[in-house]
């Protein structure tokens, strides 16, 4: 079963800093780039960034609204995406999602995710 | 960045009802646009990819089509179970974005 879990998520203080993990099983972590996508309480979904894979050189690409601030990495050793969100805003509360997609192809995007983990950025 | 504008923003329908949600893109996506569901507290769950290709597993009763910029969602014979938000997502260029969202209620 392919299976994607979230941890990480807390309250943190506006201008903190906090780290998301995403673990992965039930499928070959290291063929697919990986996404994080966020929604904030009663609002609707918004992309956050991407990660490539090996082949690709591990790039990524990102949201304007966290660029520069946030870091999406992963371990492939481990099967683990991570997300390193620093400067945080009150903006930045949401439930941070997981989600796996495919390097080409018509499988497209995000299609497998987490249950999601919540961030609260609050004085 | 490409916009995805998504109508209507909420629909009642009753059971059994044909439902059509209905996504354009600012600019030419191809087909590169996928339909999830999410039910409250849940993670969301994709439906279509491809533009008209079902997720296996995924009833029957969804289907979607379009291409370029315009595109449908329809729900043939609304259940109890679909009541819920959908999205749609364009995947052709970054960033990635989605739709505002469709609440689909059952009356």
């Known amino acids: 079963e392919v299976v994607l879990v979230e941890s990480g998520g807390a309250l943190v203080q506006p201008g903190g800093s906090l780290r998301l993990s995403c673990a992965a099983s039930g499928f070959i972590f290291s063929n697919h780039y990986m996404d994080w996508v966020r929604q904030a309480p009663g609002k609707g979904l918004e992309w956050v960034g991407r990660?490539?894979?090996?082949?690709?050189?591990?790039?990524?690409e990102y949201a304007a609204s966290v660029r520069g601030r946030f870091t999406i990495s992963r371990d492939d050793s481990i099967s683990s995406l991570f997300l390193q969100m620093n400067s945080l805003k009150t903006d930045d509360t949401a439930v941070y999602y997981c989600?796996?997609?495919?390097?080409?192809?018509?499988?497209?995007?995000?299609?497998?995710w987490g249950q999601g983990t919540m961030v609260t950025v609050s004085s | 960045d490409i916009q995805m504008t998504q109508s209507p923003s909420s629909l009642s329908a009753s059971v059994g009802d044909r439902v059509t949600i209905t996504c354009r893109a600012s600019q030419g996506i191809r087909n590169d646009l996928g339909w999830y569901q999410q039910k409250p507290g849940k993670a969301p769950k994709r439906l279509i990819y491809a533009a008209s290709s079902l997720e296996s597993g995924v009833p029957s009763r969804f289907s979607g089509s379009g291409s370029g910029t315009e595109f449908t969602l329809t729900i043939s014979g609304l259940q109890p179970e679909d009541s819920a938000t959908y999205y749609c997502l364009q995947r052709n260029n970054y960033p990635l974005t989605f739709g505002q969202g469709t609440k689909v209620e059952i009356k």
């Open positions: 990660v490539r894979n090996k082949p690709s050189s591990y790039t990524t």
């Open positions: 989600a796996r997609s495919w390097t080409s192809g018509t499988h497209g995007a995000l299609d497998i």
